[in-house]
């Protein structure tokens, strides 16, 4: 099963323990309320940045969101080698949540791995906040208000998030690069 139809009902439970209906969060999230009722059934993919403004209106941590259970460390978290949780959020991305055991985190550090793919093939997001992109491996096309930024090992960007922007592994080698949204 398909990761986001688990995080439906937490997004269904969280706005009505506030006693919001379907209109004022999308009101408040600045989406349309046909958007929150699709997130809610279950029967669309949620977008990570849909979810960080969930979590950041309603106070509730993005690992609850995500995974259902509370993260728990409060001064620090270790996270070794290849034991990121995963956020199954998007079918073409690899998503690993570095920072998902540390309660009340400002900022949401990903180790991400994202496919080769074509140009015509590339889907924008946008969603509230800035993003930091740092690769260590491949060569990665943003694209960024549809301007391609190629961002290459060792090379990093800072965007405004609200940018619409894209993501594809160039060279037919997917990319490997920490993301770091606040």
């Keep these: 099963m398909e990761q986001y139809k688990e995080i439906a009902p937490r997004l269904v439970g969280v706005r009505e323990g ?37 979590s950041r209106l309603c106070r509730v941590d993005l690992t609850t969101l995500i995974s259902g259970r509370e993260p728990h460390l409060k ?29 009340g985190r400002e900022m949401e550090p990903f180790l991400i791995e994202v496919p080769p793919k074509s140009g015509e093939d590339m889907t924008e997001t946008a969603h509230r906040g800035q993003e930091f992109i740092y690769v260590l ?6 694209r960024l208000g549809g301007e391609p930024i190629i961002v290459e090992p060792g090379d990093s960007l800072y965007f405004n998030s609200e940018t619409p922007h894209a993501l594809r592994g160039l060279d037919g080698k997917p990319v490997r690069f920490l993301d770091v949204i606040l």
């Excluded at 999230?29 to 699709?38: F, M, R, S």
């Excluded at 001064?75 to 959020?89: I, K």
């Excluded at 491996?137 to 943003?142: I, N, Y």
């Design 75 to 103: 001064s620090y978290s270790l996270v070794r080698r290849n034991e990121g949780f995963s956020v199954d959020r998007r079918k073409d991305y690899d998503y690993k949540s570095l920072g998902y055991k540390f309660a």
């Design 137 to 142: 491996e491949g060569r990665l096309e943003v």
């Design 18 to 54: 506030i006693g919001w209906t379907p209109k004022e969060m999308a009101d408040l999230l600045g989406v349309t309320e046909e958007k929150v009722l699709a997130f809610e059934s279950g029967t669309m993919e949620i977008p990570v940045g849909y979810l960080l403004d969930v």
